[in-house]
């Protein structure tokens, strides 16, 4: 029988703006929503399109504190920017409103799952996973993926979550939020802090307490390409999976992992995405019964996000989607963008190595991957 899956959508997730300069274009989104309407995904009748509200006061509060919470509300009421961080995240204005809106979509996946409405929730304004509970940090105003992993334990019940973060970046926010408990394991694909920010996601981090062994980073090297990037994949989300026994799955879909992003240095093509998609939501289907909170994450380039949302989603939806891109998309891309419009959904080309090149990722995949292996495994009850 085919699945229900919820796409959470709206036009004011636009207002999440972090200045005129910033990387971080919420067009993006709306350009992937839009290129899921061109193509006939959503037309699907297995796909809804709910409404939602933002998240409360209270709702905020699973994860952050009062006083921080007071402060972003109280910066957004002015009319011009307020930095809340080191430098790279500002309030603006309406931005307590809007980022609870995108809470809130995050909120609305696990509602609607947790609720047998749907089995896959889509936010692609979430994917927060920077944002401490006291402070912003990486273009995160609240942390929507932790506050999500908290509804769940609080509303629902649930004690074992598994959040899967695909971010070129370590989800650092979501891993110190649940660093010293065992009822949300955090498992991060990343590239290395060696090279990005923030710095952190080594595989020594196990977590701490009654956490340890609950928190597992897989860094790469940059210009790790498909091939390399789904072994280590294959190598540690499975077992963790078949071991943990999660009740739900939450998953951060950044894309900045793309070869066109300009914030990392991995060289992924939209074939990773759809098999990431694909072998995720078989694996939450055999081992939690289907219950799957999905959301956005980092993503600077307009020519890959679009495309590879879109693919992750149809992935999800069971949607196979042509390829070449209707003229109505590539117009309004043109119109938002000032640029020319990619014309295929899936990539034409693909980053190509040296045979040097490969041997050297090669070498250095197999050690973190083994190092994941050695340190992990073992606090996991993971045979190997």
Request: aromatic content about 10%.
């Amino acid at each position: 029988m085919t699945k229900k899956v919820a796409f959470f959508y709206h036009p004011d997730f636009l207002r999440y703006d972090l200045g005129p300069r910033h990387p971080l274009r919420q067009e993006r989104i709306m350009l992937h929503h839009e290129l899921c309407q061109v193509l006939g995904i959503l037309e699907s009748p297995n796909i809804l399109e709910p409404e939602f509200s933002p998240a409360t006061e209270d709702q905020v509060r699973l994860v952050h504190t009062q006083s921080y919470i007071d402060q972003v509300r109280k910066l957004s009421q002015k009319d011009n920017y307020s930095v809340l961080d080191m430098g790279d995240t500002s309030a603006f204005p309406g931005a307590y409103e809007v980022t609870c809106l995108a809470v809130g979509a995050t909120l609305a996946c696990v509602d609607y799952v947790m609720k047998g409405k749907a089995s896959i929730g889509w936010n692609p304004a979430g994917g927060l996973h920077h944002a401490r509970p006291g402070s912003a940090a990486g273009f995160c105003i609240f942390n929507d993926v932790a506050i999500a992993c908290r509804h769940l334990q609080k509303q629902y019940g649930l004690e074992r979550i598994l959040y899967i973060d695909i971010d070129v970046h370590h989800g650092d926010g979501v891993q110190e939020i649940f660093y010293n408990e065992s009822g949300v394991l955090t498992l991060s694909i990343h590239e290395t802090g060696r090279t990005l920010y923030p710095g952190t996601g080594f595989p020594e981090e196990l977590g701490e307490g009654e956490g340890e062994g609950y928190s597992v980073n897989v860094p790469l090297p940059p210009y790790t390409t498909d091939e390399f990037y789904l072994q280590a994949f294959e190598a540690i989300v499975p077992p963790i999976i078949e071991t943990y026994q999660p009740e739900a799955i939450v998953m951060q879909s950044g894309v900045d992992t793309h070869f066109q992003d300009q914030l990392g240095h991995l060289r992924l093509t939209t074939e990773t995405y759809t098999k990431v998609a694909a072998r995720v939501a078989e694996l939450t289907n055999h081992y939690t019964g289907g219950r799957l909170i999905t959301v956005g994450g980092g993503g600077y380039s307009y020519l890959s996000v679009p495309r590879c949302w879109t693919l992750m989603f149809s992935e999800y939806a069971e949607f196979v989607v042509d390829d070449e891109i209707p003229k109505e998309w590539l117009q309004l891309f043109k119109e938002t963008t000032g640029l020319e419009p990619p014309t295929h959904v899936r990539d034409q080309k693909a980053p190509q190595l040296t045979d040097s090149e490969r041997n050297q990722l090669k070498k250095v995949i197999n050690i973190s991957i083994e190092r994941v292996k050695q340190l992990a495994f073992p606090l996991l009850g993971i045979k190997d």
